[in-house]
């Protein structure tokens, strides 16, 4: 006789308790999180003075913020969509996770530039990032909402 944890589905043992598509949202997160640590840990240079006429964008810090922000923004998203599946309809504590995600990520990027050469580490940059990730939870949510009151 076959054991009943032996079975698996396309989410996992069958008769756990994990709601479906845990596991395909937990991938995207995966790879969501893996784009962020390439595009934060390899060196991009958009001075006027070595890029092209394509690429040739003058630095500005408000700038650099807004696009670190952006950039933390689809791991937001599909944080808050995993962590809702797993948590249920719990606004304070998905947030919670968000950002606990987002910072934490944002932090291992930060202490990761320190020690690469000719990169620099700053508060500033990970508080963009954390909030990246909450404004993209607060994206799906307002969405969310919209859609069920629509």
Known sequence: M??????????????????????RWSLVVLVAGMAILLVQLVPFNFTTG???????????????????????????????????????????????????????????????QYFLLGRTSSVIDLTACTLGGVAGYTLLATTQDLHRGG
């Open 50 to 112: 070595r890029a092209g006429p394509l690429l040739g964008l003058r630095y500005d810090g408000y700038l650099s913020l807004l696009a670190q922000a952006a950039l933390f923004i689809p791991l937001g998203v599909t944080e808050g969509v995993l962590s809702r599946r797993l948590l249920g309809h719990r606004p304070v504590l998905v947030l919670g996770v968000v950002v606990m995600d987002a910072g934490l990520l944002a932090l291992f990027c930060e202490t990761a």
């Open 2 to 23: 076959a054991d009943p944890e032996s079975r698996s589905g396309a989410d996992g043992p069958s008769g756990s308790s994990l709601p479906p598509g845990i596991v």
